[in-house]
């Protein structure tokens, strides 16, 4: 067997073990990520249910807005965003690209999200003094976007 065709098979053999791999995601785990390099961050998920608890205190003071790179999205991305703050506060959000976002309220009720503009962020207000808000996006099941940004602040 000629060494071209051995790579060939070598690469046919990673090929479809990476789509078992896809095709045996887990139900739910914590979504993975990157170290934070600025007022940045990827995250990414080998399950279907992912969470991921993004918190203020660990990105600089600096960050007038924090941007999450959602690496090769599908499925349930949930976001737990700690803003530390305790009081009322503002959460904004920027369009979400390959998703569909929802809030989801204290009772565990969802609110789908509507970007009226694009670079218009949407801001939700805190209910009952609770520091952290939770998000549902919802990226579906088949992978059509490289990857998705989720880019936020906060505003007291
Ligand atoms: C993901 O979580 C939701 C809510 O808990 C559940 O309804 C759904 O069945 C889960 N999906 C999978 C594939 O586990
Ligand atoms: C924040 O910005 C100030 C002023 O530009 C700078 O001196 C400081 O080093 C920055 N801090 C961080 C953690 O980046
Ligand atoms: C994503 O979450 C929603 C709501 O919990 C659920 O209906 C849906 O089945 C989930 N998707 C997957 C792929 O688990």
Known sequence: MSSGMASLLVCLATLSSSLVVLAQRGESCKAMSSPIYDCSQTIYSDCKNATFVTDRSTFSKNCSQVSLFWDAPLYNMTLLFDSDLIGPYELCLERVMCTTAFLT????????????KFNEPVCFKSQQDIPIMQFRFDAGERWHCYG?????FFRQ
């Open 148 to 152: 998705s940004f989720i880019n936020f």
């Open 105 to 116: 309220k204290n009772d565990g009720s969802e609110v789908e999200i509507k970007w009226e």
